[in-house]
Nanobody
Framework: VQLQASGGGEVQAGGSLRLSCAAS????????MGWFRQHPGKERESVAA????????YHATSVKGRFTTSRDNAKNTVSLQMNSLKPEDTAVYFC?????????????????WGKGTQVTVSS
């Protein structure tokens, strides 16, 4: 699976961005898809995840109520809608894929990673 994230950019606090991750390859609908972010000098942290069917999702406490992940298995895409953005959301965001059944929030459980996309939120 090859992943490519897009949709990053710069926005003012309170604004919105939508990240998309396109997957190539087979069996997209068998992978749990995760979103992670990395602040400068810090470890990668989990933001959200969706089960293969998209029927269950996870959102980190820091983004719950503001961010929503969803997937379209027919189009091999997963999205992260980010609303009410805050300056502390500034980071490089990554999408990742893993075989269903492992912990969703641990980066090392993910088998495939896309290149990151920069999100900058100005105050």
């Amino acid at each position: 699976v090859q992943l490519q994230a897009s949709g990053g950019g710069e926005v003012q606090a309170g604004g919105s961005l939508r990240l998309s991750c396109a997957a190539s390859g087979r069996a997209f609908n068998t992978y749990t898809m995760g979103w992670f972010r990395q602040h400068p000098g810090k470890e990668r942290e989990s933001v959200a995840a969706a089960t293969p069917s998209g029927g269950s999702t996870y959102h980190a406490t820091s983004v719950k109520g503001r961010f929503t992940t969803s997937r379209d298995n027919a189009k091999n895409t997963v999205s992260l809608q980010m609303n009410s953005l805050k300056p502390e959301d500034t980071a490089v965001y990554f999408c990742a894929a893993q075989t269903y059944g492992r912990g969703w929030t641990t980066p090392s459980n993910y088998d495939y990673w896309g290149k990151g996309t920069q999100v900058t939120v100005s105050s």
